[in-house]
């Protein structure tokens, strides 16, 4: 069976600080990879998304990026975090061969302080 | 502009009825997907139930079913008989294709609070 594993769980961080965060798929190969953040109550905001090795499209022009140095490895980065930054982030990917769903990671709170 | 637009940032049902939440989307692509996610307030995004642009037959899963209008652009989620675990966040969803790669685009969601 497929799982998504994303970490760290919380995440608190100075403004000016590096970020990295981690995803990855196991039980699938070749999936399509999402980075979403979503701001407190609100909705889900796409940033990221790749569907092969080093293939990275942006929606939101920001202080972040993504890598996807491996087929299931999704990596979500800045070099210098703002207080804007502060959300919750997830991780998620689809196949076509596991239908149409979207399988989501746990995500990560970040807080910049 | 929004292509997914919920209206109701807050709802309130009483345990054992049947609650509808309104979701209406915009695209001009023929063939897209909706979905509809659960967030409890542990944050996991749970999936409940999907809808193709071309199924003739509205989704059902268990109490969820989803009432597609494709010419009204509507997907409203329906959860009959609600339970106390109901109570979550509520996110509908579209999947577009892009350049042959599927997007998915979310709703700002509904808060769902069932009422014992």
């Known amino acids: 069976s497929q799982t998504i594993h994303q970490w760290p769980a919380t995440l608190v961080q100075p403004v000016g600080s590096p970020l990295s965060l981690e995803c990855t798929v196991e039980?699938?190969?070749?999936?399509?990879l999402y980075w979403y953040r979503q701001a407190a109550g609100r909705g889900l905001q796409l940033l990221f998304y790749?569907?092969?090795?080093?293939?990275i499209s942006s929606e939101v022009p920001q202080n972040l990026s993504a890598s996807r140095p491996q087929d299931r490895q999704f990596i979500l980065s800045s070099k210098k975090l703002l207080l804007s930054d502060s959300g919750f982030y997830l991780c998620?990917?689809?196949?076509?061969?596991?239908?149409?769903?979207?399988?989501f990671g746990s995500g990560t709170q970040l807080s910049v302080l | 502009a929004q292509k997914i637009t919920q209206t109701q940032p807050g709802m309130f049902v009483q345990e054992k009825e049947a609650v509808t939440l309104d979701c209406t989307y915009d695209?001009?692509?023929?063939?897209?997907?909706l979905f509809w996610y659960k967030q409890p307030s542990s944050g996991e995004m749970i999936f409940l139930i999907y809808?193709?642009?071309?199924?003739?037959q509205n989704a059902t899963e268990g109490r969820y079913s989803l009432n597609f209008q494709k010419a009204r652009k509507s997907a409203n989620l329906v959860i009959s008989a609600s339970q106390l675990g109901d109570s979550a966040m509520y996110f509908c969803?579209?999947?577009?294709?892009?350049?042959?790669?599927?997007?998915?685009?979310f709703g700002t969601g509904t808060r769902l609070k069932v009422l014992a």
């Open positions: 998620a990917w689809s196949h076509p061969g596991q239908g149409e769903k979207l399988f």
């Open positions: 039980g699938t190969s070749n999936p399509n």
């Open positions: 790749s569907v092969g090795i080093g293939q």
């Open positions: 695209t001009s692509d023929q063939s897209y997907g």
């Open positions: 809808q193709g642009s071309y199924d003739e």
């Open positions: 969803a579209m999947r577009e294709e892009t350049s042959g790669t599927y997007k998915y685009i």
